[in-house]
């Protein structure tokens, strides 16, 4: 009997937690803002990257919808907790719905705490941001507190433990890991602010080195891959860009063959490479490497030419020039 009560006792606090987590995205997608999660190994693994939402008004709103839900869960099982009391349940009844009940409490009050990037230092985010009509200060500060509580923990977490209280790690650990992400979540803003408007047009190397389709893999080994000592080359004839041959493709080719064989007839079985429009903007090229883990787009225009090459060192070095300029 108590292993089926901590059974469901343990899925229903899970189930609360994924309440509260949907309650969150339900607001997002509303605003239709895409929940989906980057990490983003660049900085050091473990900012997050998602689209910020657009207005403070939004997110207070999406920040607020957690708290709320876990706030009225914990209502739900009081009130369960009172009936099942008034009905004589029992205590394998009542004492899961008062653990329940207190909780999704703790979880409302914990996640209200006015440091970022918990649910209530998103709302003191969209309070500052809505007062200094600028999102990067506002991240500033609520991050700010956000490491200052993180610290709080990790010190009252010492203090645990040296008093014996083996529990006390486990403060030490959400301090440090919301210490990650105060830090974390400042560095996403500062990057977007400095990517955002810039097209990767703008940024990409343009006259990129290419080979035609009808050349032998002899011809690029010698004329190209020696030569030039790039791992790979854009395969493009007459403006048309037909994909990427890389020393990889070739070296699946027995020697022999090199001779007869053309760039052409390996190329259908090479992966489809990366590519970007000029248009697009520099963060979605960032967050296309992320996600697709690596470390250049080609850059192809409507008409299928090859326009230029963009990698994650030109995006990096805009980013360094443009906060060292305070932009
Ligand atoms: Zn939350």
């Known amino acids: 009997m108590s292993i089926l009560v901590s059974v469901v006792t343990t899925l229903l606090f899970f189930s609360s937690l994924l309440f509260h987590e949907l309650c969150h995205s339900y607001i997002a997608r509303l605003n239709s803002i895409p929940i989906r999660k980057i990490t983003l190994f660049i900085f050091g693994g473990v900012a997050e990257m998602t689209k910020e939402p657009p207005t403070p008004a939004i997110e207070l709103k999406m920040a607020i919808a957690g708290p709320l839900a876990s706030l009225f869960l ?34 409302a009050i914990f996640n209200l705490v006015p440091g970022f990037p918990l649910d209530g230092g998103r709302i003191f985010r969209a309070i500052l941001w809505f007062f200094l009509k600028d999102i990067k200060p506002a991240t500033k500060i609520a991050s700010l507190a956000g490491q200052g509580f993180a610290y709080l923990l990790i010190l009252v977490g010492f203090l645990s433990v040296i008093q014996g209280i083996i529990g006390g790690i486990w403060f030490i650990l959400i301090g440090w890991f919301l210490n990650q992400a105060a830090q974390g979540g400042y560095r996403q803003i500062v990057l977007q602010k400095a990517l955002s408007g810039v097209r990767v047009s703008e940024i990409m190397t343009g006259n990129v080195l290419t080979v035609v389709p009808s050349l032998t893999l002899d011809e690029i080994v010698n004329d190209y891959f020696l030569k030039h000592r790039f791992g790979r080359f854009p395969v493009v004839e007459d403006d048309k860009f037909f994909g990427v041959i890389t020393i990889h493709d070739v070296k699946e080719i027995p020697r022999e063959k090199w001779p007869f064989t053309k760039v052409s007839e390996i190329l259908q079985f090479s992966k489809k490479p990366f590519t970007i429009s000029p248009g697009n903007d520099a963060v979605h090229a960032l967050m296309q490497m992320v996600k697709e883990e690596v470390g250049h787009l080609l850059v192809i225009d409507k008409k299928k030419k090859l326009v230029g090459i963009v990698t994650r060192t030109d995006i990096i070095r805009l980013i360094k020039v443009k906060t060292e300029l305070g932009m």
């Open 74 to 107: 914990s209502g739900i099982f009081y009130g369960l907790f009172l009936l099942a009391g008034f009905f004589n349940f029992g205590l394998p009844v009542t004492v899961p719905l008062s653990y329940l009940a207190l909780i999704n409490l703790m979880l």
